[in-house]
């Protein structure tokens, strides 16, 4: 190959790295609030494994994020069962893209879909972050195979970009995990149990559940 012809064709392929990186950095940078805790939205349909999972909004000025939160959810289960290691007692839902009039938002998301949120525990036992994706209808669903815990008891900001995640298959419909599909899917973090429970009991609160499609600061 002629030395003029290499440099053209590397040439070429910096030209297209920049147009690539140009046109990434040229989409809008876009932000969904997940749950306004401030505006108290009803928990009464929430799912949750028993009547003892609690759902409260804590509006003690101490306990907050920062000044500008007056308040956040506080979640807590106080009579955990025994010999039930990693229970999975209730969930944050984050379902935005799959409701109707979405498709072209979600179209600046799809591969790039980052969910964040600050949390912090409280006195009983660890609680573990699964994070999950799942279809319009939730029958196909996708669970990360890897569990977080949560184990400071000073907030701290969490962030995940759900293409980094390693899947297992869940739904009763099987398919191969794809954020780039056109249809909107639904995201949520479940709240588990760690292996153990000696305190008998889990809680944590939570604030600013953020849904964007670039990686999110504190």
């Known amino acids: 190959m002629q030395p003029n012809t290499m440099n053209w064709r590397r040439m070429a392929l910096s030209y297209m790295l920049v147009f690539l990186v140009q046109m ?5 940078k876009q932000q969904i609030t997940v749950a306004d805790y401030e505006d108290k939205p009803n928990t009464q349909n929430w799912w949750k494994d028993n009547a003892r999972v609690q759902f409260n909004y804590d509006e003690h000025a101490e306990i ?3 000044d500008k939160s007056k308040v956040c959810l506080h979640v807590k289960w106080d009579s955990i069962t025994e010999n039930r290691p990693y229970a999975w007692f209730t969930d944050l839902k984050a379902d935005t893209f799959a409701v109707d009039g979405m498709a072209e938002r979600w179209k600046l ?8 949120f600050w949390c912090k525990a409280g006195e009983g036992d660890t609680l573990m972050l699964n994070y999950l994706v799942l279809s319009k209808g939730h029958k196909k669903k996708w669970g990360s195979n890897v569990m977080v815990p949560v184990i400071s008891k000073e907030w701290k900001f969490y962030k995940v970009r759900f293409s980094d995640l390693n899947y297992e298959e869940w739904g009763v419909e ?3 995990f794809n954020l780039n599909t056109d249809q909107g899917l639904c995201f949520e973090v479940g709240l588990r149990l760690a292996a153990t429970q000696p305190k008998g009991s889990v ?11 670039y990686e999110p600061n504190e």
């Open 24 to 28: 990434i950095q040229a989409q809008p």
């Open 64 to 66: 907050q994020v920062n």
């Open 174 to 176: 099987r398919a191969p």
């Open 109 to 116: 998301f799809k591969e790039n879909t980052w969910l964040s």
């Open 203 to 213: 809680e944590a609160w939570f604030d600013n559940l953020k849904l964007t499609n």
